[in-house]
């Protein structure tokens, strides 16, 4: 298994895929990725948040009660609406690490490998999306 020790108390990983409320431009996406940043510096969470044709799937990691507040919000955020939980488990291992929270604009010809995904396929692409990173995704 690829990933980074976690040597802190309870960690959580949470992944889930939601509508935006409106047609995004990438620079409000980016807006978002900036103001998420932010707040995921100094509570110690990591992942991936992708945009794909108007639709989020994002990756979340860290210690179990702030995942847990975080998503709470998430849920209510009016930015999106049909917000489903798609995974929810304890790890022993942070995948994005050394890469705080990564986010990308998904291209149209990109959309299908992610959209038609099934969740297990899902993981493995966002797994394989942390192994990949430092490479310039």
């Not at 992942?47 to 995942?67: C, N, S, Y």
Request: proline share 2%; net charge negative.
């Amino acid at each position: 298994m690829h990933g980074y020790p976690f040597s802190g108390n309870g960690l959580k990983i949470i992944l889930y895929r939601s509508v935006a409320d409106k047609n995004l431009t990438q620079v409000e996406f980016n807006g978002i990725v900036e103001a998420a940043n932010s707040f995921n510096s100094k509570n110690g969470i990591t992942g991936l948040i992708l945009f794909v044709q108007g639709r989020f799937f994002q990756w979340i990691e860290g210690d179990d009660e702030v995942v847990n507040q975080l998503y709470s919000r998430i849920e209510v955020d009016p930015r999106h609406r049909y917000v489903q939980l798609l995974i929810e488990r304890s790890s022993h291992v942070r995948y994005f690490e050394k890469w705080g929270m990564l986010s990308s604009w998904i291209l149209e010809k990109e959309a299908p490998g992610i959209l038609c995904a099934s969740d297990g396929e899902l993981i493995q692409k966002f797994i394989h999306y942390s192994q990949i990173a430092g490479e310039g995704f």
